[in-house]
């Protein structure tokens, strides 16, 4: 029996010893130290300037029948992530700057805009807006048409109203306002990548135009000397997948 209990404690101590080595195996850690994460950046600008902007676009002397060239500004992404583009036109104002004697003869009143439509989108007392039409584009055409200053057939379009009676007809014919002109177009301008985008104003000829029914009731005279006002707002989001 001596015997016996003295074979179970040596095969104790023989499987103690095994068990035991088995926890001194080789072992190696090594530390990544300092990991880092950052965040990229949006940065939109405008003929390389960041806001708040000064009036990029303008136009003087307009005459009733011509097309005008009323501004190109340079817009770049100078962050690291790409983004798409957006465009508002915001805020139109017309100012009437005084009642002359061919404006009162067609019918022109101080301080009251004339608008037999019904749909008037601007503020104040003038008729400029309603009889001006706009195209805007980005030069993307080839060759000269990427830098002329000319909305080119090639270009990309992202507004053209041209054709119609005005910016502010009717609920149909219309420029729409705080409203992305671009969404439909699509258009990435990658991290580092820069295009051209040009602004025509068109001032409608109400006689060449007759089928329109007058201007619906305004005259190009109504409009003489008044000035239109408007805010363009750039901006771009995130490209998501």
């Avoid at 500004?73 to 962050?79: K, M, Y």
């Avoid at 008729?127 to 909305?151: K, P, Y």
């Avoid at 991290?191 to 051209?196: F, Q």
């Amino acid at each position: 029996m001596k015997r016996i209990l003295m074979s179970i404690m040596t095969i104790a101590f023989v499987l103690a010893v095994v068990a035991g080595g088995t926890l001194a195996l080789f072992a190696d850690t090594e530390s990544s130290i300092g990991n880092t994460f950052t965040s990229g950046t949006l940065d939109l600008r405008v003929d390389n300037e960041n806001g708040p902007l000064g009036a990029k676009f303008s136009t003087s002397n307009m005459v009733p029948g011509e097309k005008y060239h009323a501004g190109t500004v340079t817009l770049s992404n100078a962050g690291t992530v790409d983004g798409i583009l957006t465009l508002m036109i915001d805020n139109p104002v017309s100012h009437e700057n005084g009642i002359l004697d061919a404006e009162a003869d067609d019918g022109d009143l101080v301080d009251q805009e004339i608008d037999p439509s019904g749909y008037n989108a601007n503020t104040g007392d003038g008729e400029l807006w309603d009889q001006t039409t706009l195209r805007i584009c980005l030069e993307t055409g080839a060759g000269s048409h990427s830098t002329n200053n000319i909305c080119d057939w090639d270009d990309t379009t992202l507004y053209n109203n041209e054709g119609t009676p005005g910016n502010d007809y009717s609920a149909t014919y219309r420029l729409p306002i705080a409203t992305d002109l671009a969404e439909d177009n699509h258009i990435t301008l990658a991290a580092g990548d820069s295009v051209n985008l040009v602004v025509e104003v068109t001032f409608v000829d109400d006689q060449s135009n007759w089928w329109w029914g007058g201007m619906n009731g305004v005259t190009n005279n109504m409009a003489m000397s008044d000035d239109m006002v408007f805010d363009v707002i750039f901006g771009l989001k995130q490209v998501t997948p």
